[in-house]
């Protein structure tokens, strides 16, 4: 795309639409936007109205996410021809201010962020049967590369390690349907038709495994809802651990990077990919997924991936400027004119 020294609307928007087309626990999109003029810079920040307080109380999987948009809106910028310098926590007196992206002048940002700007618009979480053929190891590395240089790890276990990192998830999926409470919060997310841009739609399918390997997130709790389909899973599944050294919010806003990174390098090559996020709200279960050969490991999210079909797709967001304040700063509001992503989210 030809690059300009200006942020018209046509940028603005390309921005936004792929910043708020990042993956979020239960597709709460806890985020507000914003861009200053003087500094051509595209602020980030948490909106705490749609955080969730059980499945999520120190905000971890929020940081996640922003961290999450922040790449996706490196990636849009790289495309328009911005050299996109991300500033995280810029602010120690505002803590919801989570990060800036500068847009800058020449253009020189890495083609590879370039090559991902088609995968933004196709990378959704599947909830559906894998097909069990194996992703190359040659995928699987640049998945691995892409998370290592955002700051994270992802640890890709052998099948064994894998079994044990499927059992820990199971164990939390447990917990959190035999908890009246946390379901009823995961409920309150489901969204009815036309009830706006946020929340799991409630018409996307949600199989549960027939065999009962592999732990899908159940926002209703238990017993299953009559009439929801129960499928075969893959046998043999494809998982990956991202994790940091680091457990404080700039680490979580680099996991989502790291996180966002790692999805659309997969997406790139046709693979699909779903979050297992159940484990990492629970200490105990959180602690038990650590990869074995890693000392300061901090587990993030589970990733599961393979080959699938592909979900439909939704309408692309928009964005709606605000006017400017006294500082030339820009408030921005972004709106779906079409359902979420099916299956969008953890």
Known sequence: MTHTDKINALALETLLAAAVAAPSIHNTQPWRFGFDLGTRSVTVHADRSRSLALADPDGRALYLSAG????????????????????????????????????????????????????????????????????????????????????????????????????????????????????????????????????????????????????????????????????????????????????????????????????????AHGVRTSLLHQAMEWPDLREAMRAPSARWCRPQVLIRFGYGPEARGTLTPRAEAHPADRRGRHAVRTSNPGPPVPGDGD
């Open 68 to 267: 999450s948009a922040v790449f996706n809106l490196r990636v849009a910028a790289a495309h328009l021809g911005w050299q996109p310098v991300p500033r995280l926590l810029p602010d120690p007196y505002d803590p919801d201010l989570l990060a800036t992206v500068q847009l800058t002048v020449p253009a020189t940002a890495p083609p590879d962020l370039r090559a991902l700007y088609a995968a933004v618009a196709r990378r959704h979480s599947s909830r559906m049967p894998f097909t069990g053929r194996p992703v190359p190891e040659p995928v699987v590395a640049e998945m691995v590369a892409g998370a290592r240089a955002e700051g994270a790890h992802l640890y890709v276990p052998d099948i064994i390690q894998t079994r044990r990192l499927l059992r820990v998830t199971s164990a939390a999926e447990l917990r959190n349907a035999e908890d009246k409470a946390r379901t009823a919060e995961s409920r309150a997310w489901i969204a009815p038709p036309g009830a706006g841009p946020y929340g799991i739609p409630f018409t996307t399918s949600r199989p549960l495994d027939a065999a009962g390997r592999m732990p899908m997130r159940d926002f209703t709790g238990r017993p299953p809802v009559p009439g929801r389909p129960r499928l075969r899973f893959e046998r043999h599944a494809q998982v990956a651990l991202l994790w940091t050294v680091g457990d404080r919010p700039r680490d979580w806003l680099q996991a989502g990077q790291a996180l966002e990174h790692a999805l659309l390098v997969a997406t």
